[in-house]
């Protein structure tokens, strides 16, 4: 596939990319929601997330290539998983939107809201369309087996192949891009956010 290719696929499945995006920004409200009700709840997800602290200790490379292999298995499961009618790309997006909006609260009760764009912002501009579009390949993934399963005649494989295409060359590089950021770049945008 070419990029000129590559764009009109991306064009056909914005539908797709925009459904991720949606049950995203809605479980980040619901997650913020929550959080401002049970205070407990807030601290009981960041208490999870403090167990990752570990990872800070090691070589910058190493916590870069942490980031990216754990970003990437994420795409790849929401991605190929997707064929199970979408049920998968629905968890990804709705955790991630959930913790999200739990984080934000508590953050932006404690230190603010430069405080929380400087730790999203950095990265996340690239690491979160990456995540939109691989949950968006899931989806479509999925309607085109339920199409299929309803005697739809799709090429199935090559759905799969696309999504297999657009995950080697678009969002693996875009996701070590933002595991880059995240490591190096990031931690200063918050140290002079704080």
Not at 13 to 24: C, N
Request: hydrophobic residues 55%.
């Amino acid at each position: 596939m070419s990029r000129r290719d590559d764009l009109d696929y991306f064009r056909s499945i914005w539908i797709y990319i925009g459904l991720s995006v949606l049950l995203f920004i809605a479980t980040i409200f619901m997650g913020y929601a929550a959080a401002s009700t049970d205070s407990e709840l807030a601290s009981t997800w960041l208490k999870e997330m403090e167990m990752l602290k570990w990872i800070m200790g090691l070589n910058p490379m190493l916590i870069m290539l942490i980031i990216f292999f754990k970003n990437l298995l994420s795409c790849v499961l929401s991605t190929f998983l997707g064929i199970g009618l979408g049920i998968m790309p629905l968890i990804v997006d709705t955790s991630n939107g959930f913790l999200v909006g739990i984080v934000a609260y508590k953050i932006m009760h404690a230190q603010g809201l430069l405080y929380l764009l400087a730790g999203i912002l950095p990265h996340g501009i690239i690491e979160l369309p990456s995540i939109f579009i691989s949950s968006g390949l899931g989806f479509r993934l999925g309607h085109v087996l339920a199409l299929s399963i309803f005697g739809v005649r799709i090429d199935l494989s090559g759905e799969v192949r696309k999504a297999g295409h657009i995950m080697a060359w678009w969002i693996a590089p875009f996701l070590l891009l933002a595991a880059a950021i995240e490591t190096f770049i990031t931690p200063i945008a918050i140290s002079l956010a704080s």
